[in-house]
């Protein structure tokens, strides 16, 4: 049976019985800052649950079903086995306050048996015995024992039988999980506690909430046990994929399929690689499957068929991806290039550096391959074991602290050339002057380079590249954005790293100035929307957040030499 089929069977089987048929929520979850990206079906409907929206009013209905696009970062090391993914889809059928413990047991049982027509006999189920104060679910005990053997109903503790809740509190409660010839593949989570944020369990009842059920079964799976396959990788939600594959080991070809995969799914609900939070997983998610197409001869145009064909996979259940298709190539395509490069000179470094001595490669070369090309080193490591070198990595942890050490004492003595003092009202000046900079920068262009800047207690005064007198209108705009961003409140984050990590993050210095090999970055940004304002090479001090700057006003515009401007603005 097709994967497609399958997940319409399973909405026609809970919409025959009463369920709403609900679409996927985002990965990139509305509303709850306590996770991430979404990570199971139930995470749309929590409000529900817990009590403070109403199902009936939402949906005309206590139930809903869904096919959930989920993400689970825990798992990006694992993949390349049989089962591991960081993207999956996920069958799901829900209740707030409508049926329980009985029928959601009977639904799944039925759903497996009669509608898929699995054999009985293949399969198995596992249910909450009780542990760490709480009772074992006899309720869901006595039910299996209708359908099932006693030996085929195996008692867990809460490691395995127990779910929730997702972030650090929520709904949570005793799970009873079916198995197809060992296989697990349906979870179904009778949410009857809340957790709070100390970890003590109460009924979810006595919150305001109401007892819900919360199912969930991986299509993957349900489509390697359906297609009869050995593995996810073979069933017909990926198998058409390798077909311009070049041979190569299975494991590879595996993290490569997920991790374009996940990618394609995350840029198509919004998310942008960055250095930061969901960016940082897309970033590394690429820039791991762009090194493993790199080292596998991959052709150098790169996965642009294989991104379409992708699309075109899934996107009669998710339009978005069609929508996005421009998009989803031009960020892959975007950060290809960026790494790209560095890819090419790192493994020729690489190469270079145990063509001496054919197996082995000191902890030095390593490094500088780490620093100066911003290779991870998860993939440093792959690639030796590809190549049968060995690396010595005791060296390379040696070299590593040698020169954190080195260049935190280097960049702090470097960038204090331009403040007078640490003084508080130097220090609003200094961040005040961070944002004039990113407000030239958008109002006059990018070739705005900063050539200089002093700052005392009474102003800052910033050089700058720019041909040209600044117009009224334009001095008048630069104030009214810093003033903007100083009113929103952005955050003022410092982090060290490699300097080619930072000229990746397109981290602005000063013209022609030599950084050391680890810089220090300050990135002003809107946590709220994750907007960056402004990134650049400094050693700070800054203030932690700009709402404390004051009042910014330019108070004089003027040539100093031919090309280059210099502003004097003040803060009250
Ligand atoms: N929330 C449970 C899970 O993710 C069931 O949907 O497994």
Wanted: proline share 4%.
């Amino acid at each position: 049976m097709k994967s497609s089929d399958l997940r319409k069977k399973f909405l026609n089987f809970f919409e025959e019985r009463d369920h709403k048929i609900v679409p996927s929520s985002s990965l990139v979850p509305k509303d709850d800052p306590s996770v991430l990206l979404t990570t199971a079906g139930m995470q749309q409907f929590k409000s529900y649950y817990l009590g403070t929206a109403n199902p009936e009013t939402d949906f005309g209905s206590k139930n809903t079903a869904t096919v959930q696009k989920s993400f689970r970062t825990s798992d990006i090391e694992g993949v390349g086995d049989d089962t591991h993914l960081t993207f999956f889809e996920m069958l799901g059928n829900f209740s707030f306050g409508g049926y329980w413990k009985k029928e959601a047991i009977k639904y799944a049982i039925e759903f497996l048996e009669s509608e898929l027509k699995i054999d009985h006999n293949r399969i198995h189920s596992t249910y909450f015995a009780g542990a760490e104060g709480i009772p074992a679910d006899s309720v869901s005990l006595a039910e299996l024992k209708n359908y099932f053997d006693d030996s085929k109903i195996v008692p867990q503790g809460r490691g395995d039988n127990f779910w929730g809740p997702t972030g650090d509190q929520g709904p949570c409660g005793p799970t009873v999980e079916f198995y197809v010839d060992g296989t697990e593949i349906w979870n179904v989570v009778f949410n009857e506690f809340y957790c709070k944020l100390d970890k003590t369990l109460v009924p979810i009842e006595g919150t305001g909430g109401v007892r819900g059920i919360d199912t969930g079964m991986g299509l993957e799976r349900l489509s390697v046990v359906m297609q009869a396959k050995k593995n996810v990788f073979e069933t017909d939600l990926f198998a058409s994929l390798t077909k311009d594959f070049p041979p190569i080991e299975d494991r590879v070809a595996r993290i490569i399929l997920d991790h374009f995969r996940a990618a394609v799914f995350l840029i198509s609900d919004g998310v942008a690689p960055s250095n930061k939070d969901r960016g940082y997983i897309l970033r590394r998610l690429l820039r791991r499957a762009f090194m493993y197409a790199k080292i596998n001869n991959f052709p150098a145009e790169g996965p642009k068929n294989f991104i379409i064909d992708l699309i075109n996979l899934y996107k009669e259940q998710y339009p978005e991806l069609e929508s996005n298709q421009q998009r989803i190539l031009d960020v892959i395509y975007d950060e290809r290039k960026k790494f790209g490069a560095s890819i090419d000179l790192g493994l020729k470094q690489f190469e270079k550096s145990y063509q001496a001595d054919a197996q082995f490669v000191t902890g030095k070369a390593v490094f500088d391959l780490v620093t100066t090309f911003g290779f991870p080193k998860e993939l440093v490591e792959e690639i030796a074991k590809q190549k049968n070198v060995q690396v010595d990595w005791p060296e390379f942890e040696q070299e590593f602290q040698k020169h954190q050490e080195l260049s935190r004492s280097a960049s702090a003595g470097m960038f204090k050339g331009g403040l007078a003092d640490n003084s508080e009202k130097v220090v609003r000046l200094h961040t005040a002057t961070h944002l004039m900079n990113a407000a030239l920068r958008k109002v006059l262009g990018t070739n705005v380079w900063q050539k200089g800047s002093n700052i005392t207690e009474e102003r800052t005064r910033f050089d700058f590249a720019h041909g040209e007198k600044l117009k009224d209108e334009q001095k008048a705009e630069v104030e009214k954005l810093v003033n903007e961003w100083i009113a929103r409140d952005l955050i003022v984050k410092r982090d060290t790293m490699p300097l080619a990590g930072a000229r990746e993050l397109d981290a602005i210095g000063v013209f022609g100035e030599k950084y050391p090999d680890t810089v220090s970055i300050y990135t002003i940004y809107d946590p709220k929307s994750d907007e960056i304002i402004s990134r650049e090479f400094c050693g700070g001090p800054h203030v932690e957040h700009t709402g404390v700057i004051g009042k910014f006003k330019i108070q004089k515009e003027e040539a100093v030499s031919a090309g280059v401007r210099r502003i004097k603005a003040t803060i009250e």
